[in-house]
């Protein structure tokens, strides 16, 4: 047996069905060796980063680790863009890449780089294997971090002349680690007396409370204390469902914003949030000086990072709270006889304020949905195609099973307030921030779910950084649905410019962030990599192009032209 056999023989033990990549020299012992392992199936991109993505998204919507294989310096250079998303969100990954034979590294030869600390910011453990004989170890113990919470990418780098080398050794059984640390009783008493002794209540849901099956338990918990909830900004999955009365929408990444949803709560419960900064400086603090903030989580770094927390617990988030909704279970069923002495009527008190607190809320709530209403008439008719106006006509023949992939940026305020989510572990959204994701991360997805009808709603900005990735989803015949939202430029930047209000604000000169002269046909690109594309420009062809897309049973494309002007908008 040789090295290669033993890492292709631990990725059959570990159940890997697929191997995303795009080859070169350094990878030739691999390939090689997968002639011999035809259960395992070897998925082409045409970039590292679209392979990158597609295991991402394969990890996201299977629920396992996902495996990807580079080529050396470059092609880990060309991947970091979505291993570095993945990091953000917390994908559980096994990077591996080629390495010149190691006898070869003194001369320099060309590719040649240090794998190990090029990727090491962007993973829990980074690796170049030195021996065979170490290969059962570090592939158990990636396989092993990969997928332990807090989850996240590995890397392995696996050089030609260990690959190649004859060996005896076999792998390693994978160690799976319990995670289902507890907190004490006395912790979730006091955090839900705070919770439900609260004027103003609001939760934060972050991703690892979809990463840890904790939605149900967290909704649950929301519905007792009757509290605001908003889901974590750059959020990477599905928390909270959209259609929940409690549910006011996907935070955005500004300070200002943070600070309006949080002004005038005295309590806030962070759950799992590791979108804790704004994306630009913000000087002034988001929460009060008198708010107390609950924080859950499964990992320290994140307890207390960018702000005091009163009440910080390391914990299994569906176990936690869990534990939280018993206590105040048992506290809001407390009779007067039942309590302590000096406490007579508290329970009934507490009950009465949660739920003038449930009363209130519908109202905001009834508010807000007649404002989207508004903003999305206000705009029905306009040509070019609003962007509310395409996501809602998609929210109309949205299968009920559809998995959704989103890489909208500018137009994700639309595709998180219209589209009707309401089912766990169906989202995934772009984290990190680095452009490039949401295609790949689709074509992944669709391969975890193949009785599923995977719909991505992608910016025209993000889908040209690697637009050649339609090609895979092409050959493999993944049946994605790709509604490109084409507003011709860098909205987001725009948007940024137009709030600096500095002199291109003023003048209207917007300097590298028009995709224009010439325009890209998206359409045109899809068919030239063999996917059907279809270009949308009429808002009254919108609905039946949207139809036709999603009864095809293979790739299609929707170049979807939407108005390209700031508009502002309530979420």
């Given at each position: 047996?040789?090295?290669?056999?033993?890492?292709l023989e631990?990725?059959?033990k570990y159940?890997?069905?697929?191997?995303?990549?795009?080859p070169g020299?350094?990878?030739?012992?691999?390939?090689?060796?997968l002639v011999?392992?035809?259960?395992?199936?070897?998925?082409?991109?045409?970039h590292?980063?679209?392979?990158?993505?597609?295991?991402?998204?394969?990890?996201?919507?299977?629920?396992?680790?996902?495996?990807v294989?580079?080529?050396?310096t470059?092609?880990?250079?060309?991947?970091?863009?979505?291993?570095y998303?993945?990091y953000?969100?917390g994908?559980p990954?096994?990077?591996?890449?080629g390495?010149?034979?190691?006898?070869?590294?003194?001369?320099?030869?060309?590719l040649?780089?240090?794998?190990?600390?090029?990727?090491?910011?962007f993973?829990k453990?980074?690796?170049?294997?030195?021996?065979?004989?170490?290969?059962p170890?570090a592939?158990?113990?990636?396989?092993?971090l990969?997928?332990t919470?807090?989850?996240?990418?590995?890397?392995?780098s696996?050089?030609?002349?260990?690959?190649?080398?004859?060996?005896?050794?076999?792998?390693?059984?994978?160690?799976?680690?319990?995670?289902?640390?507890?907190i004490?009783?006395?912790?979730?008493?006091?955090?839900?007396?705070?919770?439900?002794?609260?004027?103003?209540?609001?939760?934060?849901?972050?991703d690892?409370?979809?990463?840890?099956?904790?939605?149900?338990?967290?909704?649950e918990l929301?519905?007792?204390?009757?509290?605001?909830?908003?889901?974590?900004?750059?959020?990477?999955?599905?928390?909270?469902?959209?259609?929940?009365?409690?549910?006011?929408?996907?935070?955005?990444?500004?300070g200002?914003y943070?600070?309006?949803?949080?002004?005038?709560?005295?309590?806030?419960?962070?759950?799992?949030v590791?979108?804790?900064?704004?994306?630009?400086?913000?000087?002034?603090?988001?929460?009060?000086?008198?708010?107390?903030?609950?924080?859950?989580?499964?990992?320290?770094?994140?307890?207390?990072k960018?702000?005091h927390?009163?009440?910080?617990?390391?914990?299994?988030?569906?176990?936690?709270?869990?534990?939280?909704?018993?206590?105040?279970?048992?506290?809001?069923?407390?009779?007067?006889?039942?309590?302590?002495?000096?406490?007579?009527?508290?329970?009934?008190?507490?009950?009465?304020?949660?739920?003038?607190?449930?009363?209130?809320?519908?109202?905001?709530?009834?508010?807000?949905?007649?404002?989207?209403?508004?903003?999305?008439?206000?705009?029905w008719?306009?040509?070019?195609?609003s962007?509310?106006?395409v996501?809602?006509?998609?929210?109309?023949?949205?299968?009920?099973d559809?998995?959704?992939?989103?890489?909208?940026?500018?137009?994700g305020r639309?595709?998180?307030?219209?589209?009707?989510?309401?089912?766990?572990?169906?989202l995934?959204?772009?984290?990190?921030g680095?452009l490039g994701?949401?295609?790949?991360?689709?074509?992944?997805?669709?391969?975890?779910?193949?009785?599923?009808?995977v719909?991505?709603?992608?910016?025209?900005?993000?889908?040209?950084?690697y637009?050649?990735?339609?090609?895979t989803?092409?050959?493999?015949?993944?049946?994605?649905?790709?509604?490109?939202?084409?507003?011709?430029?860098?909205?987001?930047?725009?948007?940024?410019?137009?709030?600096m209000?500095?002199?291109?604000?003023q003048?209207?000169?917007?300097?590298?962030?028009?995709?224009?002269?010439?325009?890209?046909d998206?359409?045109?690109c899809?068919?030239?990599?063999?996917?059907?594309?279809?270009?949308?420009?009429?808002?009254?062809?919108?609905?039946?192009?949207?139809?036709?897309?999603?009864?095809?049973?293979?790739p299609?494309?929707?170049d979807?032209?939407?108005?390209?002007?700031?508009?502002?908008?309530l979420?």
């Amino acid at each position: 047996m040789r090295g290669r056999d033993v890492v292709l023989e631990a990725f059959r033990k570990y159940n890997v069905r697929y191997i995303f990549g795009n080859p070169g020299t350094t990878e030739l012992p691999m390939m090689d060796g997968l002639v011999n392992y035809p259960d395992i199936e070897y998925v082409l991109g045409l970039h590292e980063d679209t392979a990158v993505g597609m295991a991402a998204g394969y990890a996201q919507a299977a629920g396992t680790v996902g495996v990807v294989n580079l080529h050396i310096t470059p092609g880990l250079a060309h991947g970091l863009g979505n291993i570095y998303d993945a990091y953000r969100a917390g994908v559980p990954l096994v990077v591996t890449a080629g390495q010149h034979d190691s006898r070869l590294a003194i001369q320099e030869p060309a590719l040649a780089g240090d794998l190990v600390n090029m990727v090491k910011p962007f993973t829990k453990w980074s690796y170049e294997v030195h021996q065979a004989e170490e290969l059962p170890i570090a592939l158990q113990r990636a396989f092993k971090l990969a997928q332990t919470a807090p989850t996240g990418p590995v890397f392995l780098s696996l050089p030609n002349n260990v690959m190649m080398q004859e060996t005896n050794v076999s792998p390693l059984d994978l160690t799976h680690i319990e995670q289902t640390s507890e907190i004490s009783q006395s912790v979730a008493d006091k955090a839900a007396k705070w919770l439900m002794e609260a004027q103003n209540c609001v939760v934060i849901v972050g991703d690892r409370v979809g990463q840890t099956d904790a939605v149900s338990e967290t909704v649950e918990l929301c519905e007792q204390i009757a509290a605001k909830v908003y889901g974590e900004h750059q959020s990477s999955g599905f928390n909270f469902p959209y259609t929940h009365p409690l549910f006011f929408g996907r935070g955005l990444p500004n300070g200002p914003y943070l600070k309006e949803i949080l002004s005038g709560a005295d309590v806030v419960l962070l759950l799992g949030v590791t979108s804790q900064a704004p994306l630009l400086y913000f000087a002034e603090p988001v929460f009060g000086d008198e708010t107390k903030v609950i924080q859950v989580d499964v990992s320290e770094w994140e307890l207390g990072k960018n702000a005091h927390a009163h009440c910080a617990i390391l914990a299994d988030l569906k176990a936690a709270v869990k534990a939280i909704g018993e206590s105040v279970r048992r506290q809001l069923s407390l009779s007067d006889s039942q309590q302590e002495t000096g406490s007579s009527g508290q329970a009934d008190a507490l009950r009465r304020r949660i739920e003038q607190r449930r009363t209130d809320l519908a109202g905001l709530q009834e508010k807000r949905q007649k404002e989207l209403q508004d903003a999305l008439t206000a705009d029905w008719e306009s040509q070019p195609i609003s962007p509310a106006r395409v996501v809602a006509e998609l929210a109309q023949v949205l299968p009920k099973d559809a998995f959704v992939v989103d890489e909208s940026v500018t137009s994700g305020r639309y595709v998180h307030s219209y589209l009707p989510m309401s089912r766990p572990n169906s989202l995934i959204s772009l984290k990190g921030g680095g452009l490039g994701y949401g295609i790949a991360a689709a074509m992944g997805a669709q391969l975890a779910r193949p009785n599923e009808r995977v719909v991505a709603t992608i910016g025209d900005g993000s889908a040209l950084y690697y637009i050649q990735s339609l090609w895979t989803a092409a050959k493999y015949n993944l049946p994605v649905v790709y509604v490109i939202l084409n507003n011709q430029s860098y909205m987001i930047l725009k948007g940024g410019l137009q709030r600096m209000n500095g002199p291109a604000a003023q003048k209207g000169i917007f300097p590298g962030m028009d995709i224009v002269g010439p325009s890209v046909d998206f359409a045109a690109c899809a068919r030239s990599f063999g996917v059907e594309g279809i270009r949308v420009e009429d808002p009254d062809e919108l609905q039946a192009a949207l139809q036709k897309a999603l009864a095809a049973n293979r790739p299609v494309l929707l170049d979807v032209v939407i108005d390209g002007t700031i508009k502002p908008f309530l979420q």
